[in-house]
């Protein structure tokens, strides 16, 4: 191991001990700090944010279970403090990054986080600690939803849950590329909300009127192409509104319901229904168009890849994050903060 700094002997970190969301099964308390070994390095942690995925996860509802106990968290920022001492992970020694948790291990709600090299980011000077923290879950998952909409050549796209952090950014990415979006929010202040970004298409699933319109919209702007966040009945309806042959992409379940669809609309029409996930994505690209996209991500933070915020709670309360997130998400990420 080669290190920076005097590495502790343990540290304090947030711990899961079931899989059912009770805030009892969440406690504070003090590990041992691991010890890096060949590719990995140990990230002193700064800040890591609350995800819907985390929230899953929580629940044993995420597509990945860690042995239990694990520190929840998939991403976060810090420095690099030790390294195994090998050639990628020794290039990190001393820098600011970004990561992401092993697939296996504890996450980022900790003091400090052992992962592999392969996972970090470095983080360039121009980048805050706050959306360094946020870089890799949203901004490159709505990165790659605009690309698959780029490589289909569609004119235009249907998302759910726009009033998101990857919402708004799929808001900022359309105008930025002119696609069409349709963006369907569930309030009237998530519609204000998206309206103020000029967006010109914002339907609020709650209105008496939304399928008529949600159709008509999908019709006139040829719109073939959803990015579905909910599930649930929202599925069914935005499956039913689009045209013949489209493509339903479903990419979350903050419904936290199954899937529902109508048998006809594949049937007869041809219509289907697929999922995204961000870790199959990326692992169909080298590490070097990883790091690229990254590097491109980074530059486009100030402007079209920003994360709204909302508030920074110490690892302590971690029970009060999770319950003021829950209890608003539109306001933006709350961010837990280590160091
Ligand atoms: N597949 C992947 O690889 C991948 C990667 C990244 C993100 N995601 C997914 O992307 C989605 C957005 O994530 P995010 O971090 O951007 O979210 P976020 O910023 O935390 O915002 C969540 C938004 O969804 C709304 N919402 C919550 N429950 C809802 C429901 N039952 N019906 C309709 N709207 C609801 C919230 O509104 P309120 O304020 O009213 O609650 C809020 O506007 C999540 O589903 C997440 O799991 C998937």
């Known amino acids: 191991m080669r290190a920076i700094e005097p590495i502790p002997e343990s540290m304090r ?3 899961v001990y079931a899989y059912d969301g009770a805030p009892e099964s969440l406690r504070v308390e ?12 140990l990230v002193k942690m700064v800040a890591a944010p609350i995800n819907p995925s985390d929230l899953m996860f929580l629940k044993g509802l995420y597509g990945v279970l860690k042995p239990l106990p694990v520190v929840p968290g998939w991403e976060g920022m810090g420095r690099v403090v030790a390294t195994g001492d090998d050639g990628l992970s020794r290039l990190l020694l001393g820098k600011r990054v970004a990561c992401a948790a092993p697939n296996q291990q504890d996450g980022t709600w900790a003091e400090y986080m052992l992962t592999s090299a392969t996972r970090c980011v470095p983080l360039r000077d121009t980048v805050s600690d706050e959306q360094g923290a946020t870089l890799i879950v949203n901004p490159l998952t709505a990165w790659a939803l605009m690309d698959i909409v780029r490589n289909n050549r569609q004119r235009a796209f249907v ?3 726009a009033a998101s952090a990857v919402g708004r950014m799929l808001v900022r990415l359309s105008q930025h590329f002119r696609i069409e979006g349709v963006h369907i929010v569930r309030s009237e202040a998530q519609a204000e909300l998206i309206r103020a970004m ?3 298409y914002v339907l609020n699933s709650e209105s008496p009127d939304f399928d008529q319109r949600l159709r008509d919209l999908c019709h006139q702007l040829h719109a073939r192409l959803a990015f579905e966040a909910v599930s649930g009945m929202l599925s069914a309806r935005v499956l039913k509104a689009m045209p013949q042959g489209s493509r339903l992409i479903l990419y979350g379940a903050l419904s936290e319901s199954p899937l529902m669809a109508d048998p006809r609309d594949l049937i007869f029409e041809q219509k289907r229904i697929e999922g995204f996930w961000l870790a199959d994505w990326l692992s169909r690209r080298t590490l070097w168009s990883q790091l690229r996209l990254s590097r491109q991500i980074q530059r486009a933070l100030g402007n079209l890849m920003h994360t709204t915020i909302a508030g920074k ?4 309360e971690v029970h009060r994050a ?4 829950q209890a608003s998400m539109t306001a ?8």
Not at 30 to 41: H, I, K, S
Not at 313 to 316: A, C, R
Request: zero cysteines.
């Open 159 to 161: 998302q759910t849950a």
């Open 198 to 200: 000029d967006a010109r």
């Open 13 to 15: 970190a947030a711990v």
């Open 332 to 339: 933006g990420k709350r961010l837990l903060v280590m160091h």
């Open 30 to 41: 003090t590990r041992p700090v691991p010890r890096p070994e060949r590719g990995q390095v």
């Open 313 to 316: 709670y110490p690892l302590s």
């Open 322 to 325: 999770l319950a003021d997130y």
